[in-house]
């Protein structure tokens, strides 16, 4: 009986990612998923999620186990606690609410059960945590999917789900602990058959290799408005902007002791998709829906790092405070800042 009692699931944020990560999780029949939305709850509520994907096909009206649209407090709700929580949201830390904020009704700061699953983008996302929680078991989860969710409640899955998972570093935690962990969550992620899912033992080598697509042509994009097939037909695109991007996150990886190769993964990431797919990479996409962008974990974390550690990183430096102001632009947008009342000329 015991053995095959399923494991409890939060997972916040259901969009695009979290949509097909909580389908995989429940198709393998060894996880019960709950939910948590925001702008989509209604119509997931209300009907379930309408996918097309190129793992599972068509799937109509589907609805995870439990759908609620706040973190539940599990205390004032007597809840157990979930075996795992896993964040699929956008991490943007320049933009409260924090993710230790946001998760803290559900995973209380002296967590010992509850394992954290940040299936998201960047460097030193787990940081937070360490402070926050420091006896919790975060994973890292590193993900290549291509899903967006164009409609709320409707998901679009084009390029198929590829997840690497791995322990971040904890000192109170011991190796045994973090590998068997990261092992069991591979195991019921996968259990449906129906996606590529990875226990990864490098976790510092998958995100630094991520970057150099994220922290170069991801925000390229989003500057220019331009995507990734018209970046690369561009006057000086490629050469004058990406290459020299990733070039110095290659640099800063190296110095901080990971490989990744010299020009071969700078040219295999400018090709990674083709040309004519015209793909708008998902910060160029936010740009575009007027939402903020996760430039600190994909810029500001990989340009600090590689600074402090003296890797000249004169573009990824301009790139970072490019999205900076555009970042300030839709806050002022968003009515977060306030500034000076606009005067007449001559007053
Ligand atoms: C959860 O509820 C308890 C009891 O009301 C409260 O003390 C606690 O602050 C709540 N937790 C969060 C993170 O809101
Ligand atoms: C956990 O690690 C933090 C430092 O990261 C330390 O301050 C704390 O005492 C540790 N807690 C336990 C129970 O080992």
């Known amino acids: 009986m015991s053995d095959i009692k399923k ?18 999780l429940e198709l393998g029949g060894l996880a019960t998923v709950t ?43 007597r809840l157990p606690p979930y075996d795992y929580i896993i964040l699929t949201t956008k991490n943007c830390p320049d933009v409260p ?9 559900a995973l209380p700061a002296s967590n010992t059960h509850t394992v954290l699953v940040l299936i998201q983008n960047g460097l030193n996302i787990e940081k937070p945590f360490l402070a926050s929680h420091p006896n919790t078991l975060v994973l890292s989860g590193v993900s290549l999917i291509g899903s967006a969710e164009p409609e709320h409640g409707v998901v679009v899955q084009e390029d198929k789900d590829r997840l ?43 995100r630094w290799r991520k970057l150099v697509y994220n922290a170069c042509l991801n925000p390229i994009c989003a500057i220019t408005g331009l995507d990734t097939g018209r970046i690369r037909l561009a006057d000086g695109g490629v050469e004058g902007l990406v290459r020299p991007a990733m070039r ?29 797919l015209y793909l708008q990479p998902s910060m160029l996409m936010d740009v575009n829906k007027g939402n903020f962008i996760e430039f600190e974990n ?19 430096q301009v790139l970072y405070q490019l999205a900076k102001a555009i970042q300030w632009r839709t806050k002022e947008k968003r ?13």
């Open 7 to 24: 494991k409890s699931v939060l997972l916040i944020g259901g969009g695009g990612v979290g949509a097909i990560a909580a389908l995989n």
């Open 164 to 206: 690497l998972i791995g322990a971040f570093e904890n000192p109170n935690i011991s190796d045994e602990v973090k590998k068997t962990k990261a092992e069991e969550f591979v195991h019921i992620y996968g259990a449906g058959g129906k996606t590529d899912v990875k226990h990864s033992q490098n976790v510092e080598y998958d």
């Open 35 to 77: 939910v948590v939305l925001r702008s989509n709850f209604n119509a997931v509520n209300d009907k379930g999620y309408q996918i097309d994907s190129c793992d599972h096909g068509v799937v109509k009206n589907w609805k995870p186990s439990h759908v609620l649209n706040s973190v539940p407090n599990i205390t004032t709700e």
């Open 97 to 105: 609410p924090s993710v230790a904020s946001l998760v803290g009704p």
């Open 248 to 276: 110095e996150i290659v640099e800063a990886a190296k110095k901080k002791g990971v490989d990744l190769g010299g020009d071969e993964v700078v040219d295999w990431m400018i090709e990674v998709d083709a040309l004519e």
């Open 298 to 316: 994909l810029l500001g974390e990989p340009l600090r790092e590689g600074q402090a550690i003296g890797v000249p990183m004169p573009t990824v």
């Open 335 to 347: 009515g977060l800042v306030d500034i000076p009342k606009k005067k007449k000329a001559g007053e």
